[in-house]
């Protein structure tokens, strides 16, 4: 069973580097089973997918934000990481990484994906 886990700050200043990370286990992220991805929540609105990256590295973002968002690997702790720069208010979010056996770009439909994290809460404020 795959189990994910995010973890990061819960609160960022305007301008700063959002950095999460999204902790597998069982599973190595360098699996060719699941595509790793990032959605996200602001409050009152309805999911937003962020970006997917592959076991093998290869990584592809929402168009909205791929001028600023960064998804990698760190293979020695199993761990996904999001890096989002230049955050604003409007990044204010719970941010979700969810696992999913087929590539499916944008897709924002829960039961598209096979195991989520819990979310974790960011808040953009000064």
């Known amino acids: 069973q795959v189990q994910l886990q995010e973890s990061g700050p819960g609160l960022v200043k305007p301008s700063q580097t959002l950095s999460l990370t999204c902790t597998v286990s069982g599973a190595s992220i360098r699996t060719e089973t699941y595509f790793w991805n990032w959605l996200r929540q602001p409050p009152g609105k309805g999911l937003e997918w962020m970006g997917v990256i592959s076991g093998s590295g290869s990584a592809w973002y929402s168009p909205s934000l791929k001028n600023r968002l960064s998804i990698s690997m760190d293979t020695s702790k199993n761990q996904v990481t999001l890096q989002l720069l230049s955050v604003t208010p409007e990044d204010t979010a719970v941010y979700y990484c969810?696992?999913?056996?087929?590539?499916?770009?944008?897709?924002?439909?829960?039961?598209?994906?096979?195991?989520w994290g819990q979310g974790t809460q960011v808040t953009v404020s000064s």
């Open positions: 969810a696992a999913a056996k087929t590539l499916i770009l944008g897709a924002t439909t829960k039961n598209t994906y096979d195991s």
